[in-house]
């Protein structure tokens, strides 16, 4: 059907893509934008591959239209280490120093769910972390060491209330 | 595996989407948050030949309260907006929690409460709160508006073709009234195996003046089950649901035929109701019991 | 003497047995992973396959005409299509009473389940392949589906193929294996107990699903394919077999692989089917399945079903065992045989027990449904089995479970002794595991808890099992397998930069070997970590090795290779050295990347390996000097050992079980990244828990897959995975190069312990479990029942 040009900003920079609207904005990021960080793996919103951020919050791209993104500000996995030291941001340093990814397919979902969370207000403890982290599926690790790495960036971030505790492993 | 072709239309205004929905040809299906439609079109389990993108209509998203302190909540409000609302959570908390029991959070960011209530899942959390708090809908039709019970809306068949939901009203809740929703689900999250609504009305004597119950997920829509709700009243809040309660609570579900699926057979979806029920009335009581008791 | 060990004993340097972070871990939280959608190919075309909704139907017309005319399509595909291009599948072994049928790549004749595939369409987008898919007519005759494994078993039976005559595909021609005096063993006994464990349909379900992009270039003949799988040389045999082509001139590559668990080890029809179209084609072609596909079609495992009885005293020793194992293969057979996954379940069932005699018969049969692999830990029933036999002897003899198992494990002074199958057991540490796992959990103070939870209306309970994995064993275990040991070939080189190269046959999908293996070289060669890179998942790089990414072979095998071709190239080096700089070869020593020669000058490895590189004709020495190939045969051996806890709390009103805790106290000799280990172990676990609790293929009745969404198809999310402690019994063994494969003890075990700790908080009911998954309705009925219940609603199917 006739394409539309849909026009967004991601990760700071202004885009425009030409698109079929049955497009989805996984695809659309994947394919046009060449963001392949952004995973699809099973196209009915449960597994959180596929999340990014939409003005801030997390949503899953794979149950987005292209053109649903018009006006809005998207931010990728490519997008989170722009700023920071060796293109890490806190959470993905956490991450990798915590070991907590294996395959790394689930890796950028967890990411960008974890980087929505300590960028609200919620207040967090392990347990409130663990539990927001249900929302995304890793078939790797047993969540141990991903609960972990989110827990250490939270800390490090100042958003952990009361101090981190939880099973030394 | 991937949507079929669509026209695509996303309008600016309620009257284009009226013409939209009224022109002739295939009736175009109405693209809300998506999370259930989208997979529906991936799968091509639905292939309409037209999409008309709700996402522009800005009146469609308000929540405001009217002079006379009912709730009035637009389609397109997303469950995150109704968990964060302190309209809701003080008019009608029971909408609230229900809309924090929606699987994952990011689809809590993208859902709207008019595309829950439209898909109308018998699993959804939302539509069984809003029987319980006895909600209204106004609905655009190619007749010109209708406002009326959500239950008279509710069956796919009493529909008329090219509704669009338009806003939910919510009755406030009163000084006296508390509510609870339980779930249980194969995972801790996901579809619920079963789910139960309670609101409760008490009294300063520690008594149950008023009580709604429903169970979502035995039926094709949530089921008010009016048999308990009269064997609540007048009971103490301190023992809701004494032996003859509790007898009534188990005929009134006895006389539902559950579905069963890879889950859960029908019995045992009756029977976690049950449980359900039982918990979700005790904890609306807590909730009135005068302190100290 | 296994080999190159024994000389030296390996130095717990600075990396083997440090938890350093992967360097894989940067690109995948910046998202920077190569997996196969993320490759693309000039003029690639998209891929989509039209499969049977059918669990069992003939084909009777296939129309592609109005597909083929749809707008961007270039190719509509069927099997007779592509009959002259690609050879029937022959995964035939010579494994005696093995019946093996052959079949084509894409149905042609006969669809066996829901999701067999039919044809292909090939279009410039995915979209436009995905429209063209839908507008594929095929026409089917449906045929009665057989699913279950009673069913298949039954002679009258729909078959399946009619070349085998039946469904049976696999009876032991032994008609049993029978160790030491059965017979006897149960004519002694004071007591036979029986049991029965029913494990459901489950397994696999990594998140990247199966796929590659292939080329063909026609000017060269040369075939490329870049796939997700465990083995490229494996894929490549196969597809060079299949598709006529020379095996130098198929080239496979895997890259980033997201998740594999042994549902990428055998190459898939569909791997077959991509490469001949593209080849067909004159195009790359690129498949990428989803979800739903995934589940239907990728295969599935852990179907078993094991009728046990067992002849005791009256004290709980163990005089005999006799075990029947069946194992629904589903339609087709994969390059995995299934004979040999039954024998994995004879070879470990004894485990560590004291256990004298010991009678085994294995059936396999095939069904309507998507095919068996080797899921992680493939005998894994056999843990299962055994742990729940030996609850079922607790019970009727009223013991603890856990004194049982001290009474019946084998310790440390009855070693070396040998399973009654004739597996040497030594330096078997079950027993140690055990008692460290009791020490910690403070039984005594848990079942006061218990005891007074119960009284309240609380059902908490504790499961305590163990198990023993050939992971790698001695050389003995493989042969009562019945398999050799496939020695592993590695190739060292030292580049012109003083770099390492290390070329590897492995395929990681997480495992870490990127990291591992550079830190086992940088110990042995004694080189900064740094100066190595590890090459894996190119068949043109890492030399011919079948077996690839599995069986927990990489710390046994792959570390070990590396370690002694690191000791050669260390001393090759040094002589290059000797030879270069012109003094005697004793007196130089490489440390640290760095040859100190005997007036004590150092000089970098960098400097010697330039001059050989660049100045060939000033040096003594050829590049070859500075390379090793080694095939490493074996190391010293030695068994997985564990014993795992599991703590449980169960809502009786609902039958919801929730996990609290899970411990695993376990030996796999020296570690190389204890981060690593403990990854392993607690993904294991995790799946472990899916197969207790939540995970299933489930059939209909009429052979259609129920579970083909997530919704559906269950996998534990981070509130239903308990903290998982894992505590290692020591940190490195004093043998030589004792490295024991962890990659599927956590998931081999786990299932055990979950089912355990549910029937210990449900003591007061006396409620009993035979059969996987423990939902919520199994519960309550169990409950209700107080006993072993068959067969409830939700069933669906067989």
Known sequence: MASRTTHFACNGESVAITVDPRTTAAEAIREQLGLTGTHVACQTGVCGTCTVLVDGEPVRSCLMLAVQLDGSTVTTVEGVGADHADGLHPVQRAFVEHHSFQCGFCAPGFVLSTVALLEGDEPLDREVIRDALADNLCRCTGYQAIVDGATAAAERLGRLDPPAGGVDA | MHAAPFEYHDPTSLDEVRRLLDRRGPRPALLAGGQSLLPALVARSSEPAALVDLGRIAPLRAIETTADGELEIGAMARYVDLQRSPLVRSAAPLLAAAAGLVGMRAVRTRGTIGGCLAFADPRAELPLALTVLGADVTVSTAEGEWRGPLDDWRPVARRREGDLLLRIHVPPAGPRDASAIRETAPLGRGFATAVVAVRLTGDEHGAIVGATVAAGAVAPTPIELPQVAAALRGRPLADPLGSEAAAVLEAELSALDPPSDLHAGGEHRRHVTTVLARRAIAAAARELRPEGT | ??????????????????????????????????????????????????????????????????????????????????????????????????????????????????????????????????????????????????????????????????????????????????????????????????????????????????????????????????????????????????????????????????????????????????????????????????????????????????????????????????????????????????????????????????????????????????????????????????????????????????????????????????????????????????????????????????????????????????????????????????????????????????????????????????????????????????????????SDRGAFFFFGTSGSGNAPMTAGAISVAARRLREQLEQAAAAVYGVASEGVRLRDGRFVLPDGTAVPLRELAEQVHLRPDRSPVSLFDLEVAHSFRRGPGGWWCATAACWADVDVELGVVRLERFLIVHDCGTMINPAVVRGQLQGGVAQGIGGALYEEHAYAADGRMVATDLHDYLLPRATEVPPIEVVHLDAASPVDLDFRGVGEGGAVIASAAVVQAVEDALRPFGARFDRLPLRPERVRAAIAARGTVEGQTGDEGA
């Not at chain 3, 990428?288 to 995934?294: F, G, N, P, S, V």
């Open chain 3, 1 to 538: 003497m296994p080999d190159g060990i024994g000389e030296r004993t390996t130095t717990i340097g600075a990396e083997i047995g440090r938890a350093r972070p992967r360097g894989e871990a940067r690109r995948a939280v910046r998202g920077e992973g190569g997996y196969v959608d993320d490759h693309g190919l000039p003029r690639m075309l998209h891929s989509v396959f039209v499969r049977s909704p059918h669990a069992h139907a003939r084909i009777e017309r296939i129309e592609t005409t109005a597909a083929r005319a749809m707008p961007g399509v270039r190719a509509v595909l069927t099997g007779a299509d592509l009959r002259d291009e690609i050879a029937p599948i022959d995964f035939s072994t010579d494994i005696v009473g093995h019946r093996v049928p052959r079949f084509p790549a894409l149905a042609e004749e006969r669809v066996r389940f829901d999701g067999d595939p039919v044809v292909v369409v090939l279009a410039e987008s995915r979209a436009q392949a995905a429209d063209a898919a839908a507008r594929v007519d095929v026409r089917y005759a449906a045929l009665p589906c057989v699913l279950g494994v009673e069913d298949a078993s039954d002679p009258s039976s729909p078959v399946l193929h009619a070349e085998l005559g039946g469904n049976v595909v696999y009876d032991d021609p032994h008609d049993e294996h029978v160790y030491g005096d059965v017979d006897g063993g149960f004519r002694r006994a004071d007591r036979i107990v029986r049991a029965t464990v029913r494990s459901q349909r489950h397994g696999g379900v990594p998140l990247e699903g199966r796929g590659g992009l292939a080329s063909f270039d026609r000017g060269t003949g040369e075939l490329r394919y870049r796939v997700t799988a465990q083995s490229a040389h494996s894929v490549r045999h196969q597809l060079a077999r299949h598709l006529g082509l020379d095996h130098q001139a198929v080239h496979v590559v895997i890259g980033d692989v997201g998740g594999a668990f042994g549902s990428k080890w055998s190459i898939s029809r569909e791997d077959i089917v991509v490469c001949a179209a593209a080849r067909h084609c004159g195009r790359p072609v690129r498949w990428t399945e989803d979800r739903a596909e995934a589940l239907r079609s990728a295969g599935s495992a852990r179907e078993d079903l094991v009728r046990m009885e067992a002849a005791v005293t009256a004290e709980g020793d163990l005089l005999a065992v006799r075990a029947h194992v069946v194992m629904n293969q589903g339609a087709y057979p994969t390059a995995a045989p299934m004979p040999a996954i039954a024998d994995l379940v004879r070879t470990t069932l004894p485990a560590a027990l004291r256990l004298p005699a010991f009678a085994f018969r294995a059936t396999v049969v095939a069904s309507n449904k998507s095919p068996y692999f080797t899921y992680r830990g493939p005998g894994a029933v056999e843990t299962l089995a055994r742990e729940r036999l030996l609850d079922a002897i607790a019970h009727e003899l009223d013991l603890d479970p856990v004194a049982l198992r001290l009474r019946t494990t084998i310790t440390a002074a009855e070693q070396p002794t040998s399973m009654a199958t004739g597996a040497t057991l030594d330096r078997v540490t079950v027993r140690e595991t055990l008692d460290r796992a009791i020490e910690r959990i403070d039984l005594p103070a848990f079942r006061a808890q218990q005891r007074d939870g119960w009284s309240r209306g609380e059902y908490r309970g504790v499961g305590i099992v163990t198990s023993l994995q050939p992971n790698p064993a001695f050389a003995d275990w493989w042969q009562s397998w019945g398999s050799m040991q496939e020695p592993e070939p590695v190739r060292l080189a030292v580049g012109p930069d003083g770099r390492v190269t290390v070329l590897i046959s492995q395929a990681p999908s997480g495992q870490g070997h990127e990291t591992t293996m550079a830190q086992i070289c940088a110990d042995e060669l004694s080189v900064p970590f740094d100066a190595v890179r590890v090459v894996t998942g190119d």
